[in-house]
Structures are given as structure tokens and as C-alpha cells.
């Protein structure tokens, strides 16, 4: 999650605050906020364009509903909640100090200032556990599960190691903590159910995945050896087959999630052959770090973007019916790539989005594509989607509800169907000002 903003022709990321859901995108920007819906690979959609706030560096939507949590840096301890198709401000709440990222689901929203944490209740924005006295967390790093029956919420637990703190914020208390790495934490996200929670510290090098609520290592990827990156983006693809992450670097990496098993046919017997089963034979000799290293999996597949240095936010996403990687920048641009499913290697640039104007499109230069295979999977869906299909093009309603027959994966929804666009929108729109959390006022 990046903050975006436009000065002249470029955009500069300050914060890690930019929310993207999977086929929503939100952006905040130095006159306000917008809100983008990307409906297919060719199409990109801004659906809401707000100037009230200025210099909005905290925007997050719930979903695709009407719900927004803004945070900007004329008021950054105040936190602003709006209905923004109704245009109503819903309620705002103050903290005590600067607000430094925000995370929700339909059942709790998630404030984080640099040494607490607030809980509230978001049907009525009841203030339900304040975390006190937490480790100096200046980037605000936290994560919450978007699927709301298991509501866990992970922040860092020390600021000199890269222990975590799994909390319940259902029960709320505290599941468990995790010893993840040696150093501090840079990126931690769940995936979809919240039954796995994904982590990277500050060298960038290791990738590690736990199982939630237990906390043990199921998973360990190596992003890279010869040099220290800061992970900006971290993220599972919804089916949970597939975790990306990105960097200061030009290289984004996705990982699958699999475990190689001894059942598969016994190989012929060559020289390679015998020389891997002698070098896998020797990491039961070799120190603990040595051959962890040694077993750590590589990158399935890869993108070299082309640009370095800058900051980036990732997605992986199934658009039209097929897995696709999608890339923002801090220049303000969307890069959507293939993801071959089956053999990954190299992903291939499909389309280029332009975020500085109203959801416009930038057509593919010549030197920006990846040069395919024409046999490859990659190459192939490629070729096939630069004329988008309405046949197989997924839509959604603003509310979450699903046209064409389309299935809409069930985190989406509460105990009770959510609905923001109707007199019965769930929260309530209660207008509260200058309230301190816990003490709204209603109006």
C-alpha cells in the first residue's frame, strides 16, 4: 500500500499508503483522492474523484463499496471515514499522534500510530481495545486478514528483531508471537482466508510463510543473495498458490506455493542426477545456516521492470479469466503482465496504464515488451488479449454483487449481506466531529 502524488508529470510516493484490491485501486494524491475500478486488461475506470482533503497520503476503500478511510497530511492524527457515492462524511475520529496506516475488513478497522494500535468495531465505530506501549514501529507495518471470520491482526513485536505479534482481534487477544527473522521486519501480509501470514525483514533476502494461528514455517523463498533491497510490496494471489514481492530493485519476484514430494517417477540415472542427490545428501552434514540456505526455493517467476530505485505496489490478480501481475509505480503508471500458471519464467507486459489522468491509456511502446516465445503460455494469452472478450470479462457492482453469473469469492461478504448503496448501508452513517476514539459524538 503507496501514497502517490502529482507534482508536474511525476508522482512521488511519501508513505506506504496507496490501497490496491486486487481490481480496485485507490490513490491519494496532493488535491484529494481517486478511486479506480480496472474491469479488464484494455480498460481502466475511475470511479470517484474527490478535492475536499488535500494532500491525502492515507486512502483505503473497503472492498468495492462506497467506504472510505481517508488520512491526510494537513489533520495526520485525524482519520476521516466517508460514504463517497452519498458524499457524506460518516464520522472522523483523532489519535494522539500522527496516524501512520490503517487496514480493514467488514468487521474491524485498524488504526496504527508509531507505539499503539486501535481496535474499533467497524459496524458502529466503537472504539474495542487500544494496544499501549507497542515497539517503535515508525513505518506503521502491520496486517490485517481481509477475511473477516478470522480477523487477525500481525505488527511487529520488538523494533531490533523480527518477531511478531499475532493478535485475535475477534477475541481480542494475542494467538501467538513468531520468531520470523534475525532482523527488523519490513512487510508482513495474510492471504485471502487468513490462514497463512507471509513475512520479509529488512535485508530483503529471505521471504518467510507461517500457518495462522499455530505460527509454524511452512514456506521458505530466497529473493536474493548478492545484495540488501527494501521490500515495498508483499502479496498472495487469492487462490494462495502464488506470493509476489517487490522492491526497490527492477526485479519482481513471485513465488509458488508448493511442496515438492517424493512421489513423483524415479529419474534415469545420469551424472547430474547422481551428483543433486549427493549435494541434497550433504545438507544433513553442513551448518544449520548453510543448509537452509542450500533448500531455500527460487523465484518461479520473475519481471524486470524498467525502472530502479523507485517504489512499486503489486497485485496478483485474475482478470478475463486469467492470472495476471499488476504493477503500479511511483511514476503513476499500472503495468499489467501474464502470469503463466503452469512453467512461470519471465512475465510478459500486455498493457501500460496511465494514472495521471482520468484512468487513461498509455499503448504499449515497442521496447517495453518482454520479447516472447511464441510458443510459450505467456506469449500466447497475450496475443489473445490485446481484444478484450465481454464474453469472458468479469464484472462486479459497486455493492460486491457479481453480474454475468461471476462468483464472488466468499470473504467478500459478512455473516449478512453488506450493502453501502441503500438507506439500510451498513455501518450507519453517524456524523461525529472532533471525536476522540471512544468518544464519538453523535449529531
Known sequence: QTLLKPQGQSWDIQKQLFCFIFSSLAIGTTTGYRLFSLSSVEQLDQVHESNEIPDVYIVERLFSSSLVVVV??????QMNVYHFKKGTEICNYSYSSNILSIRLNRQR??????????IHNIKDMKLLKTILDTPPNTTGLCALSINHANSYLAYPGSATSGEIVLYDGNTLKTACTIPAHDGPLAALTFNSTGSKLASASEKGTVIRVFSIPGGQKLYEFRRGMKRY?????LVFSMDSQFLCASSNTETVHIFKLEHLTDSRPEEPPTWSGYMGKMFQAATNYLPAQVSGMMNQDRAFATVRLNISGQRNICALSTIQKLPRLLVTTSDGHLYIYNLDPQDGGECVLIKKHSLLGSGKTEENKENDLQPPLPQSYAATVARQSTVPSTSTMPGYSEDGGALRGEVIPEHEFATGPVCLDDENEFPPIILCRGGQPGKAKRS
Open 109 to 118: 478497522l485498524i488504526v496504527c500510530l508509531e507505539e499503539s494500535i486501535y
Open 72 to 77: 491526510s497530511h494537513a489533520k495526520p492524527q
Open 229 to 233: 533491497v527494501n521490500i515495498s510490496s
